[in-house]
C-alpha cells in the first residue's frame, strides 16, 4: 500500500512545539517554521529543507551534507541526528511550556575536521488572511456516481479558483511585510516595517513582531556584518557545541529577558519544568499493555492539548486552538464549541488556561445571547462562511462552565465582569448573568418545534447537517435538533444549580420540558437525530452518533442500555478506529460529502470522547472498549501507511464506509487531508472519554468518582491519575478543600 505523506515528501511530517506566545513546526526533515498568532496567524519562516536554515562546511567551503537522518519528536521538542562518515550532528529544539515566545535549538558536532557552523533563517512572513472554498482539486471519491463526479469536479474547479484568489492576495499582502536586520556581537534582531497597530478588532493584521536569534551563553557564534537574515556563524575544529535562541520580542530590553529565561536552565532542568507543566500521569495496576498505552497517550495528549492554546491579543486572553486545516489553511480560530469541549479536560491540566478560553467564548458573545462563530486576525469575528446563527454554542458554554466552576471550586468567577462583543461598546455582564442570557436565549430566541425539540437555526454541532436535509430554507427555519435537545436536557439542570431563585427553577422545567420532547422521538431503536423542517423525522432510517450521545449520558428515557448495544453493534463494532458517526451513508444535497467521510459517516474525535463517556456509564467495559479504539496506536497499527493519527491528527477520519479509509476528508470547504494536524479535538477527545470512562465527573461538592457498572471487567484493578489541578484515584473523592489549583485550597 502506497504511504499516505504531505506532498509525497518523507522529510514533510511536522509536529507543534509551541506555548501560547509562539508556534511552530518541527519537520521531519529538520527544519523548523515558525509563526506568530497573537494578532492573526503570520508564517514567519519557512525553509524547503534542513540546508535552508543550518549547514556545516568544511574549510575549503565545501557544504558538509549528513545523510542518515534519525527523527525524534517528544514532549515540547524535536531532534534530529545526522551521521555519515565522518561527522555526526544531534540538532533539538525546545520550548519552555510556560516561558517566553522563543525556541531554544542546540547542536552538537561529533568530527574530526575543522569546518564552519551557521545557522540561517530567512524571514519571509506569509498572513494566513481568512480564505473560505480553499480545496484545490482532487479526485471523486470511488463510491460516487457518474452524476456525483460530474458535480464533485465542477464544484472543485470553482473551489480551486477561490483558493488560488486567496493565494494572490496573501502573497500581495506578504509584499507589505518587510523587516530590516540590525546585528551586535552575537545578535540579529529583525525589526518589522509594519508593528500591531490599534486596541480594536481587525480582519487584515499584517503588523508583526520582533523577531531575533541570538547566542545562547556562547559569544562564538556572530552575525555577518550585513545580515539579510537570522544568521550566526562560527568555526570549529573537532567536536563542537552550539546553541541560539529564535524568539518573537519588542524590543532588545525584552530579548535580554526572554534569553535569560531560555540560557540559564539545563537541559534536564527544562525536561523537568516541561513534565510539571505538561503532565497528566495516569497509571493503572495491569501488566496488559492497553492501559499502559493509555499511560503513554493520556500525558501526550495533554501536552498537545496545552501546547495547543494561542494568546489573542484583543480578547487578551488564550484559547485552544483547533489549528489543522482550519487555521493553517483558513486562517479562522473557533469555533466556541471547540474550545468548550477542550475546556473540560484543560480544566484538570490548565484551569487558568480553561478559565481563560472560557472567557474568550463569552467575548464572543452579543449582548442577545446569540454567539458568533469564529474570529481570525485580531480578535475580528466571523461567520465561518456557513454559520450566522448557530444554536448549539451556549449549550456548550453552559455545560463547560459548569464543569470549570465545579471541578475548581472558583465560584468567584461567576461574579467576574466580562464584556460582550464588540468590547469597544463598553456593555458588560456578570459571568453568572451570562448562565441567565444563554438560558433566555435557547428558551425564547431560538426557540422549540412543532415537535417540541429545540430548532436547529443554521446548524447544530455538525455543520452539514443542512446539506442532509432535502430543503435548505425549510430547515434553516422549522427544522429542529435532537443534539442540542438532548445536550441541553443534561446541561440546563446543572447550570441551574450555579444559579438561584426563579432563574434556576425555570431552567429545569424546560429542561424536563426538552427530555419529555426528546424521549417520544424514539423509535424503537435510537433517537431521531431530530426533524427537516417539512414534519418529517431526520434520522428514522440512519443511526446519527452524535444525536445519542447525551441522550446517552442523561439517560432519556431510561433508555440507556438498549442504546448504548445498538450503538456498539452499528456503530463501533464495524470499525477499527473508533465509532464511526453514521451507521451508513447519507445522501448529502450535491453529493459534497462523499460515503464514510466527515459527517457522513466518518470517525469523529470529539463525539467519540462523548460516547465513550455515555457508554462507560451503560457499561464500563463497552467504554473502555470504545476509549482503546480511540488511541493514536489504534489508527497506527490500522493505517501504518498514512503518516498522521501516530502522534497527533485531525478532528474526523474517513470510516470503511468509503475509499481512502483511516486518512480525512477532503470537502469544497475545507481540505483537512492538506494540512491533517494538530487539532485539538484529536487530544481533547480522548482526555474526555478517558475522565469519565473512569467515572472522573465534576460534581456541586468538587470533583468525585463514580463508579461505574461493569467496572469489575476493566483489564486493571486499581488506578491513580494525577494532573496539575488535583491527585485522583479508584474510589476516591475529592472536594475543593483538596485541589491544587491554588483558587479554593
Known amino acids: 500500500m502506497p504511504l499516505v505523506l504531505p506532498r509525497e515528501r518523507a522529510d514533510k511530517p511536522w509536529h507543534l512545539i509551541a ?45 558538509i551534507r549528513p545523510q542518515d537522518v ?70 471523486a471519491s470511488s463510491e460516487a456516481s457518474l452524476a456525483e463526479k460530474i458535480q464533485w469536479d465542477a464544484t472543485l474547479v470553482v473551489t ?49 513582531p520582533v523577531v531575533y536569534m541570538t547566542s545562547a551563553g556562547d559569544d562564538s557564534l ?70 499502559k498505552a493509555i499511560e503513554r497517550e493520556s500525558a501526550w495528549h495533554a501536552t498537545y492539548l496545552k501546547s495547543l492554546q494561542v494568546h489573542d491579543d484583543y480578547f487578551d486572553a488564550r484559547y485552544p486552538s483547533q489549528a489543522s486545516a482550519y487555521g493553517f489553511i483558513h486562517g479562522l480560530q473557533g469555533a466556541p464549541r471547540d474550545y468548550a469541549i477542550s475546556t473540560v479536560p484543560l480544566t484538570l491540566i490548565d484551569p487558568a488556561g480553561a478559565r481563560e478560553a472560557l472567557e474568550v467564548i463569552m467575548r464572543m458573545t452579543r449582548p442577545s445571547g446569540a454567539m458568533h462563530y469564529a474570529h481570525t486576525g485580531r480578535g475580528q469575528v466571523v461567520s465561518g462562511g456557513i454559520h450566522s446563527y448557530p444554536s448549539d454554542l451556549p449549550i456548550f458554554l453552559l455545560w463547560a462552565l459548569t464543569e470549570y466552576v465545579w471541578a475548581t471550586g472558583d465560584f468567584e468567577f461567576l461574579s467576574r465582569e466580562i464584556p460582550f462583543y464588540p468590547k469597544e461598546r463598553e456593555t ?147 470499525s477499527k478506529i473508533g465509532p464511526t458517526i453514521l451507521d451508513k451513508p447519507h ?47 489504534a489508527h497506527a497499527r490500522a493505517y501504518p501507511h498514512i503518516w498522521y493519527g501516530i502522534w497527533s491528527g485531525p478532528d474526523a477520519y474517513n470510516s470503511w464506509m468509503g475509499d481512502r479509509e483511516g486518512e480525512t476528508f477532503v470537502q469544497p470547504a475545507t481540505p483537512m487531508a492538506e494540512f491533517p494536524q494538530p487539532n485539538s479535538n484529536a487530544h481533547a477527545g480522548p482526555l474526555l472519554g478517558l475522565m469519565r470512562v473512569l467515572g472522573i465527573e465534576a460534581g456541586p461538592n468538587g470533583l468525585e468518582v463514580r463508579g461505574r457498572p461493569g467496572a469489575d471487567n476493566l483489564p486493571f484493578d486499581s488506578w491513580r491519575l494525577s494532573c496539575h489541578l488535583t491527585r485522583l484515584g479508584s474510589h476516591a473523592e475529592i472536594g475543593h478543600s483538596q485541589s491544587r489549583n491554588g483558587m479554593h485550597n
Not at 588 to 616: E, K, M, T, Y
Request: hydrophobic share 40%.
Open 222 to 291: 556572530a552575525p555577518s556584518r550585513d545580515p539579510r537574515s537570522l544568521q550566526l556563524a562560527s568555526g570549529f575544529e573537532g567536536d563542537a557545541r552550539f546553541a541560539v535562541v529564535v524568539g518573537l520580542g519588542d524590543g532588545h530590553d525584552s530579548i535580554d529577558e526572554y534569553v535569560k529565561s531560555m540560557s540559564r536552565a539545563s537541559r534536564a532542568e527544562t525536561a523537568s519544568a516541561q513534565r510539571q507543566a505538561w503532565s497528566l500521569s495516569f497509571e493503572a495496576s495491569s501488566g496488559d499493555d492497553l492501559p
Open 70 to 139: 534519525g527523527t525524534r519528536f517528544g514532549m515540547s521538542y524535536a531532534e534530529w541526528q545526522y551521521e555519515d562518515h565522518e561527522i555526526k550532528v544531534r540538532r533539538r529544539v525546545h520550548v519552555l511550556p510556560d516561558g517566553p515566545p522563543a525556541l531554544k535549538i542546540e547542536t552538537e558536532i561529533d568530527s574530526d575536521i575543522r569546518g564552519n557552523f551557521c545557522e540561517d533563517f530567512s524571514l519571509d512572513p506569509l498572513p494566513l488572511l481568512i480564505g473560505g472554498l480553499m480545496s484545490r482539486y482532487t479526485r
Open 428 to 574: 458588560a455582564s456578570t459571568v453568572a448573568e451570562r448562565i441567565e442570557l444563554a438560558f433566555r436565549y435557547l428558551r425564547d430566541e431560538l426557540g422549540c418545534g412543532e415537535h417540541g425539540l429545540l430548532r436547529v437555526g443554521s446548524g447544530d454541532w455538525s455543520d452539514p447537517i443542512t446539506a442532509m436535509a432535502p430543503d435548505r430554507k425549510a430547515f434553516h427555519e422549522r427544522g429542529e435538533s435532537g443534539f442540542n435537545t438532548g445536550f441541553a436536557a443534561y446541561a440546563l439542570p446543572r447550570a441551574a444549580a450555579l444559579m438561584q431563585g426563579r432563574t434556576a427553577e425555570e431552567m429545569r422545567d424546560f429542561a424536563n420540558i426538552l427530555s419529555a420532547a426528546m424521549e417520544q422521538t424514539w423509535n424503537g431503536n435510537w433517537f431521531y437525530r431530530g426533524f427537516d423542517g417539512r414534519g418529517v423525522p431526520l434520522g428514522n432510517d440512519h443511526l446519527f452518533l452524535d444525536g445519542q450521545v447525551f441522550c446517552l449520558i442523561a439517560d432519556i428515557g431510561g433508555r440507556r442500555e438498549e442504546l448504548a448495544s445498538v450503538i456498539k453493534e452499528r456503530l463501533m463494532d464495524p
Open 587 to 633: 445522501r448529502v444535497r450535491f453529493g459534497i460529502l462523499p460515503p464514510g467521510w466527515d459527517c457522513n459517516g466518518g470517525v469523529w474525535a470529539a463525539i467519540n470522547g462523548l460516547a465513550a463517556w455515555g457508554l462507560s456509564l451503560a457499561d464500563a467495559s463497552i467504554g473502555w472498549e470504545c476509549l482503546s479504539k480511540q488511541l493514536l496506536r
Open 160 to 208: 480551486s479558483i477561490s483558493r488560488s484568489v486567496t493565494d494572490l492576495y496573501r502573497s500581495a499582502a506578504s509584499k507589505l511585510m518587510r523587516y530590516r536586520f540590525e546585528a551586535s556581537d552575537y545578535r540579529v534582531v529583525a525589526f518589522p516595517n509594519r508593528s500591531p497597530r490599534g486596541d480594536g478588532p481587525t480582519l487584515m493584521q499584517i503588523g508583526m
Open 19 to 63: 506555548n501560547p506566545r509562539i508556534t511552530a513546526l518541527a519537520h521531519a526533515g529538520g527544519w523548523i517554521d515558525i509563526y506568530s498568532a497573537t494578532a492573526g496567524l503570520i508564517r514567519l519562516t519557512t525553509g524547503s529543507n534542513r540546508r535552508s536554515q543550518w549547514r556545516i562546511t568544511d574549510r575549503n567551503g565545501v557544504v
